[in-house]
C-alpha cells in the first residue's frame, strides 16, 4: 500500500510561484504514473498535470499549461509540481495520485492512491 503525503501548500498572491511535493512510502512508487488534481469549493476534481513512470513523459490541463510543471525525484521518492504565474482561479486543494501503472490518465478513478491533499490559496 503507497501512502501519498503532500507538503507546500499556502497562501501567494496573484502573479506568485509555491512548489509542492508528493513523499511516497515505497520505492515502487518509482514506475508508476503519477498526477496532481485540484479540487475548488463546490466544484469537482480536475486533472492538472501526470506523468508517465517509465518515460518521464509528461500532461498538462490546458488551464495551467505553460505556468506549471510536474516532475519527480525517484531517489527521493517524491514528486513535484511547481507552479508559476498563480492566477485567483488556480485556488484549490491540491491532491497528488498514482496508479498501477506506468501510463497517467486524466481522470481520477483511474488512480489506486491518493494523497490527503494541501491547500492553495491565491490571493488577489
Known amino acids: 500500500q503507497v501512502q501519498l503525503v503532500e507538503s507546500g501548500g499556502g497562501v501567494v498572491q496573484v502573479g506568485g510561484s509555491l512548489r509542492l511535493s508528493c513523499a511516497a512510502s515505497?520505492?515502487?512508487?518509482?514506475?508508476?504514473?503519477v498526477a496532481w488534481f485540484r479540487q475548488a469549493p463546490g466544484k469537482e476534481r480536475e486533472f492538472v498535470a501526470g506523468?508517465?513512470?517509465?518515460?518521464?513523459?509528461?500532461i498538462y490541463a490546458v488551464s495551467v499549461e505553460g505556468r506549471f510543471t510536474i516532475s519527480r525525484d525517484n531517489a527521493k521518492n517524491t514528486v513535484y509540481l511547481q507552479m508559476n504565474s498563480l492566477k485567483p482561479e488556480d485556488t484549490a486543494v491540491y491532491s497528488c495520485?498514482?496508479?498501477?501503472?506506468?501510463?497517467?490518465?486524466?481522470?481520477?478513478?483511474?488512480?489506486?492512491?491518493w494523497g490527503p491533499g494541501t491547500q492553495v490559496t491565491v490571493s488577489s
Open positions: 495520485a498514482a496508479r498501477k501503472s506506468t501510463f497517467p490518465l486524466r481522470s481520477a478513478v483511474d488512480y489506486d492512491y
Open positions: 515505497e520505492r515502487t512508487f518509482s514506475s508508476a504514473a
Open positions: 506523468m508517465n513512470g517509465a518515460t518521464a513523459a509528461t
